[in-house]
Each structure stands twice: as structure tokens, then as C-alpha cells.
């Protein structure tokens, strides 16, 4: 068995921690606007809640999870970065979003996906973490590239549209 992520990680910018009620209203308006059209929205606030349950629930069933990336200097909630593993997808995903273009263009999605591959690789031990990103998502797609993430011909995405990409541990074999 892995041993669970640490629950809150700091970065300069940013800090990452288990989702918490402070973080529904973000990630609702985010689940039911046309920027979640990645991640099966835009849906209705009931939906989205039932989503955001989820993603928080795993934290408790796994271990480990999407962390809410709130901003240090002012607490706002404005994305979640993790790896998510529902029970129909065949091994952990590397995942992230943004709530906001406004977010977009700064470094911030790479600087929270950085700090939580360094806990996977380190103290989890994992070796490597997929990606499933939507053909079409030319931001995602650029930011698995700048993490290292490399295509894998060998794996499948269980979401329709979706490459594999596969982040290796460093020193690990590709």
C-alpha cells in the first residue's frame, strides 16, 4: 500500500491542500460554466456538487487526491491538481484545472503539478502517473509537455477524446 499524500504542500506562490468547504463555490461556478467542458460540463449545481464530493470524498477512501490550489497570499481558491482515481479508471490520473482564465498564463498550473509530482515520485514512490487530456485542450496538452509527460501508445484513457500521457518518476525508465 502507498503511503497517503501529505495534506497541505507550499509553494512560493501557492498552497495546496485536501478540498474543503471553502472551496465549494469555486469549484461549482467552475463545474457549471463552459470552462469545465473537459471534465464533463458545463452541469447543473447539482451535478457539479456531486463531482466536487468526489474529488473530495478520495481523499478519505484512497489517501490522497486533487488538492484545492488556493493562492498564499490571498486564500482564493482558484484550481485543484492531484491524482484522481475513481474506481472505473484503470490506474491513477495526474489531473488539474483552473476556475478562471485570469489564472491562466502565469505559471501557477505547473507550479501546484510540480509539487505534487514531487510528493508522488518521492514520498509515494510511484514510478510514473498518466495524464488523460482531451485532444482538443491545447493548454493542458502544452502544460503535460512542460511537466515531462510523454505519449503512451501502450495505454488506454477511459475518457472518450482523450490522449495518454504518462509522467515518469526521475531516474525512472520511460
Known amino acids: 500500500m502507498n503511503p497517503a499524500l501529505t495534506a497541505r504542500l507550499e509553494t512560493p506562490r501557492l498552497i495546496l491542500r485536501a478540498p474543503a468547504p471553502q472551496d465549494v463555490a469555486a469549484m461549482l461556478g467552475f463545474l457549471g460554466s463552459e470552462r469545465a467542458r473537459f ?3 458545463p452541469m447543473d449545481r447539482g451535478a457539479a456538487w456531486k463531482k466536487f464530493a468526489a474529488f473530495a470524498g478520495q481523499w478519505l477512501l484512497r ?11 490571498t486564500g482564493e481558491t482558484i484550481g485543484l491538481a492531484g491524482p484522481y482515481f475513481p474506481e472505473d479508471f484503470p ?3 495526474m489531473a488539474w484545472l483552473l476556475t478562471d482564465a485570469r489564472f491562466e498564463g502565469q505559471g501557477l498550473a505547473q507550479e501546484a503539478c510540480q ?9 509515494m514512490g510511484w514510478r510514473d502517473i498518466v495524464s488523460y487530456v482531451d485532444a482538443d485542450n491545447t493548454a493542458s496538452l502544452a502544460l503535460a509537455a512542460r511537466l515531462g509527460a510523454v505519449p503512451d501508445a501502450a495505454a488506454s484513457s477511459p475518457l472518450p477524446g ?3 500521457l504518462r509522467h515518469h518518476a526521475p531516474g525512472a525508465a520511460a
Do not use: H, K, S
Not at 489517501?63 to 497570499?73: E, F, H, P, V
Not at 509539487?115 to 514520498?123: D, K, R, S, T
Open 39 to 41: 471534465y464533463g460540463g
Open 162 to 164: 482523450c490522449l495518454c
Open 63 to 73: 489517501g490522497y487526491g486533487l488538492y484545492a490550489i488556493t493562492l498564499r497570499d
Open 115 to 123: 509539487a505534487v509530482l514531487a510528493q508522488v515520485f518521492g514520498p
Open 91 to 93: 490506474e491513477p490520473e
